[in-house]
């Protein structure tokens, strides 16, 4: 779990530095939510590319929740950031009164892909690739809305555990609140990630790195001592989520299809 | 002799509802009074495993599901494919697929050509195999290959010159191009193959592919037997899940092999002398 913070800084800032410049571009977006990924992600890239070349995008629904907004607000401030606030309750609220539901996943989805179409849009606008935030934890049980949070250009964050990410905002001086707050999806107030996981970051990434990184089964990561309903609650996420880490499945009928054996490189022709 | 082919479809990765499908899949055999039921490649398991492949591998000799396995099997013989890791190779794991006669292990077969361009990675999750060994069964000697094998010549000769009369192909052959009139285009190079090698080698030729789609490839089926004069004897349907019966009578290798004594004539020393000096690169 242990990482050497200055020297991760390093890799993750060079690997913005590069993927932007293979795409042939000069500017990043990426949107901020007044948590310690976003705001890990955008000191990388305002590090890697300088602020000027950093777009925040603050998309709060109405005047969001907590006090994530101002938090948002006044790191994208201290950074200098090209900083825009967004407020998605519009878009939310008109599709809803249609559409009405009293599922808060489903607002929270909603919220999350009305967000990521703003990006979108905007990174056409501006000529900039989107910077994905989600990290290692939340990718291994799907904990993000798929065509949502999920989505973007590229992801600097994806291969470090939230225990790890929160050891690099501090290497990277993230403001004290952002760092020790409770993570949130922000999808409905009050929501915690650690209550609706029912389990806290710490306890969840120590056995995700025993099954992933350590490849040990749930039998060897059980007799280490771990509750077995906890560990076995956890495979089972990473295995429902995988949908969630690859491309769709395309029905294979001719002699070259994509995906099978029509393979190229990301990286073709950057 | 009644052979049955279980054209089926595995759940990937889920070795429990597998074994269940060849409990049931057994006794459906075992009911029509068939002598030999032949899996899939890969049957326990399905096909494209990836990283499952270490985690869905068995020990033929201890695991649970053979044990069930080698019970059900009472009665007639049984192919069965698995991953297969052994204690005395820990971490290396084989694509393989066993002969049980009465519910006994006579025979595994380890893939020796994996495959490994363009959609296929194999060599990337597992070991390969390095022997091709004719064996005994109760219809004489036969031989076992595992898809890719089939393609290579030399595995057929191999078999030929070791003294098989069955040879048998267990398969996961996915399927490509539709211009055609039935089945995939790529099943044709499946069919002329074995009627190629049934004719050359005086062999029966039985293939069993598997059904199904995983992450989006379709498995091609048309299972297929040919006898030793290269006859196509039965064929299962195209892409879906069948369950093929058919008879063959062992006697027609004798038969195949008094007309055309390819067997009779064949001089393996020749073919070894060459390989030598092929494979030495001493050039005539």
Known sequence: ?270 | MKIALAQISPVLGDVARNLDLHLETIEKARRAKADLLVFPELSLTGYRLRDLAAETARDPRSSREFKALRAAGRGLSVIVGFVEESPEEPGLFYNSAAFLVQGEITHIHRKIFLPNSGMFEELRFFARGRTVRAFETPWGRAGLLICRDFLHLNAHYLLFAGGAGISITVSAAPGRGVAGEDGFATSRMWEVTGEAVARLTTSVVIYCNRSGFEDGAAFAGGSFIFDPFGNLVARARYVESDFLLAEIDPADIRRARRAMTFKRDDRPEVTLANLERIIHRDED
Not at chain 1, 132 to 141: A, C, P, Q, V
Request: aromatic share 8%; charged share 30%.
């Open chain 1, 1 to 270: 779990m242990k990482i050497n913070p200055a020297f991760v800084e390093k890799i993750l800032t060079s690997f913005i530095r590069e993927e932007m410049g293979k795409a042939g571009f000069k500017k990043g977006i990426l949107g901020l939510s007044g948590g310690v990924d976003s705001a890990v992600c955008a000191i990388l890239a305002a590090r890697a590319l300088g602020p000027k070349n950093v777009i925040a995008l603050i998309m709060p629904y109405g005047k969001g929740f907590g006090s994530d907004l101002d938090d948002a607000r006044r790191l994208s401030k201290f950074l200098k950031l090209d900083t825009r606030t967004i407020d998605i309750s519009p878009m939310v609220d008109a599709y809803f009164k249609k559409h009405p539901t009293d599922k808060l996943v489903l607002k929270g989805n909603k919220m999350a892909r009305e967000r990521m179409s703003i990006l979108y849009d905007w990174s056409a606008r501006e000529k900039s690739l989107i910077l994905g935030t989600s990290n290692k934890s939340e990718l291994l049980i799907g904990y993000g809305t798929l065509h949502g949070d999920l989505a973007c250009a590229f992801n600097p964050l994806g291969d470090l555990y939230k225990t790890q990410v929160r050891a690099l905002a501090t290497h990277l001086g993230v403001p004290e609140p952002i760092r020790t707050k409770a993570p949130s999806a922000c999808l409905w107030p009050g929501q915690t990630d650690e209550s609706e996981i029912g389990l806290t970051y710490a306890e969840l990434d120590e056995i995700l790195e025993r099954l992933v990184d350590g490849r040990e089964s749930e039998d060897e990561v059980v007799a280490r001592g771990y509750p077995r309903s906890r560990v076995a609650r956890i495979a089972r996420l990473i295995r429902k989520s995988e949908f969630k880490r690859q491309m769709p499945p395309i029905a294979k009928i001719s002699a070259r299809t994509i995906g099978h054996d029509f393979l190229y490189p990301y990286d073709w022709n950057k």
